[in-house]
């Protein structure tokens, strides 16, 4: 437990309110508080939380947050949507903001943040931040993404790894693949011994942000980072309409052969479970994944295995879970929703709730010894691939483009993967119409 005061203990609510709308000041005057009257002045609040963790994996890891806050006195009210990736959460908060009634906080990502922010909705968090040295706790590409014209608006908790491919080592024992794929060469020769012993090669949830969280790990795969980050991160015309598109969505639909015909509509977890249980060979998936298997008791490097996707060795995209707190009304939800952000970037917190989300903790310098081998990779990984310029932001988890812009690509690469019909021109064609898109913003 860091040496700072209780957040919870707290007894001038008038003054302190005011000083909470801000956080300016807000921990030194605690300190006073706490110095004068001690536990007599505990007073708990509540904070409402949007979030969409309701799998196995998931629901262990928030259950870390609430207890850490209940242990304070504070209460949690959850605001669960379902819907993996957060779509449907993100539709469902427009509601709620849109009608004067927003939570303490949501799980917001990326240039979303910003889209919040611009609309005046979230609290400044600067006092606690440089209270707490923020920038000097965390990188600056994950700070950069937190502020709003400079000014923290949002906490991260995690930097989740997209580029992965997960694997049932049994069932590779039994196909003989003997090594984990390296390129899609490798990848294909693998998934075909999968085939002729019998288990599904890929499992894969038809659900559209999970079409493109393939095709992103294709797209870097074989394109390369360059290309990735042109075409997909900073929408150019050109290499939206490039060669190594073509061949990315070629390879894209080929691995559609070795999907099973239940895929339509499954929750990415189900189909992690295919895995898991030996149906399945390999899924395409980031580190949330991981969560699922540990979850399930399995270990990693013995029941299964994390290797980056395919020619995505020396990449890595990154999606960073965050929260972004709400303005509120009244002291008590000011005081819960300090204490939650205050929470969320401790080292006892980040080190427990990545554990078990399958990712890595979002500040530097954390110790990774209570870590296993796939979060030891990925954090040395996140270090040489920012050194290398080959660290992207992951475009399918929303870290990198407008959520209008997103929502453009995911449905081309979706209609592409649903419907064989439709050709690799077509697709092109929608997604270099995303890149006039951006220029008209
Ligand atoms: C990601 C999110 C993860 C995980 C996953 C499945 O976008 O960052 O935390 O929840 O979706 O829902």
């Given amino acids: 437990m860091r040496a700072v005061p209780d957040v919870t203990q707290v007894c001038n609510p008038n003054q302190s309110a005011i000083v909470m709308r801000t ?63 957060g779509q449907n959460a993100m539709a469902v908060l427009k509601q709620r ?21 611009d609309l005046h909705v979230l609290t400044n968090l600067d006092a606690m931040a440089s ?47 003997t090594a984990l794929p390296s390129s899609y060469d490798e990848f294909f020769a693998a998934a075909d011994k999968i085939k002729a012993a019998g288990f599904i090669p890929v499992a894969h949830g038809g659900q559209d942000w999970q079409d493109f969280t393939v095709f992103e790990s294709v797209a870097l795969g074989v394109g390369g980072a ?31 052969a070795y999907v099973d015909d239940k895929s339509t509509g499954r929750d990415w977890n189900v189909t992690t479970e295919m895995v898991i249980k030996g149906k399945a060979g390999f899924q395409f998936m980031g580190d949330w994944a991981k969560g699922e298997f540990l979850a399930a008791g399995q270990k990693p490097g013995a029941d299964f295995s994390c290797s980056p996707a395919p020619g995505t060795a020396k990449a890595y995209t990154y999606n960073v879970d965050s929260f972004a707190m709400f303005q509120l009304k009244g002291w008590e939800a000011q005081k819960a929703q300090g204490y939650l952000a205050y929470l969320l970037m401790g080292q006892d917190f980040q080190e427990k709730f990545n554990l078990r989300k399958g990712s890595i903790p979002a500040r530097l310098n954390m110790k990774m010894d ?41 449905s081309a690469v979706s209609e592409f993967w649903n419907n064989d019909k439709t050709t690799v021109g077509d697709t092109v064609a929608k997604l270099v119409a995303v890149a006039g898109q951006r220029q008209r913003q």
């Fill in 97 to 117: 903001v849109l009608a004067g009634s927003a939570p303490a906080a949501a799980n917001i990502k990326g240039p979303t943040i910003q889209e919040w922010a």
């Fill in 131 to 177: 209270f707490e040295k923020w920038d000097e706790v965390l990188p600056k590409v994950i700070a950069d993404q937190m502020k709003h014209k400079g000014r923290y608006v949002a906490v991260p908790v995690n930097v989740h790894r997209v580029n992965w491919l997960w694997a049932n080592s049994a069932v590779l024992k039994k196909a003989g693949v």
């Fill in 370 to 410: 209570k870590f296993d081998d796939c979060a030891k990779t990925s954090s040395k990984d996140f270090v040489a691939t920012s050194k290398a310029g080959t660290l992207l932001p992951s475009v399918a988890h929303g870290m990198a483009v407008s959520s209008a812009a997103q929502a453009a690509l995911r």
């Fill in 226 to 256: 360059a290309f990735y980050n042109n075409a997909l991160v900073k929408l150019d015309r050109n290499a939206l309409a490039s060669e190594e598109m073509r061949k990315s969505l070629n390879v894209f639909r080929r691995i559609k």
């Fill in 23 to 85: 956080f300016e000041n807000l921990l030194p005057k605690l300190v006073t508080c706490l110095a004068l009257l001690g536990s007599a002045c505990l007073m708990a609040g509540e904070v409402e939380v949007l979030h969409y963790w309701t799998s196995g994996g998931e629901a262990k890891s928030v259950a870390e947050l609430k207890g850490m806050m209940a242990s304070r006195g504070h209460s949690w009210k959850d605001f669960t949507v379902t819907g993996g990736g």
